[in-house]
């Protein structure tokens, strides 16, 4: 049974940091990545890693600011976010599938996601 669960989430203000979690059950994935959705728009890619290389991909809009990482012996993915601008806020979702890709429709798992808001 495969089961992605996202954690960590929260109420942030402008310019705090944030560290999500993604503990992911059932199988090793080789690409494993967030995105996200704020109200009245649509599921967007932020951030994705491979694991057969580490190789590391991010949205303009986070890079610099936004940090992926994950412990394949614990099969858990982060996503550390700092400098944290109100544009951030919106449901971070985990996704998981065989390639690394900003399509979401490439993914074949996916968590519940995890609320981030982050305040003026």
């Known amino acids: 049974q495969v089961q992605l669960v996202e954690s960590g989430g929260g109420l942030v203000r402008t310019g705090g940091s944030l560290r999500l979690f993604c503990a992911a059950s059932?199988?090793?994935?080789?690409?494993m990545a967030w995105f996200r959705q704020s109200q009245g728009k649509e599921r967007e890619f932020v951030s994705s890693i491979t694991l057969s290389n580490g190789y590391k991909a991010y949205a303009d809009s986070v890079k610099g600011r936004f940090t992926i990482a994950r412990d394949t012996v614990k099969n858990t993915l982060y996503l550390h976010m700092s400098s944290l601008k109100h544009e951030d806020t919106g449901i971070y979702y985990c996704?998981?599938?065989?390639?690394?890709?900003?399509?979401?429709?490439?993914?074949?798992?996916w968590g519940q996601g995890t609320q981030v808001t982050v305040s003026l």
């Open positions: 996704a998981a599938g065989y390639d690394s890709s900003t399509n979401p429709n490439e993914y074949n798992y």
């Open positions: 059932g199988r090793t994935f080789s690409a």
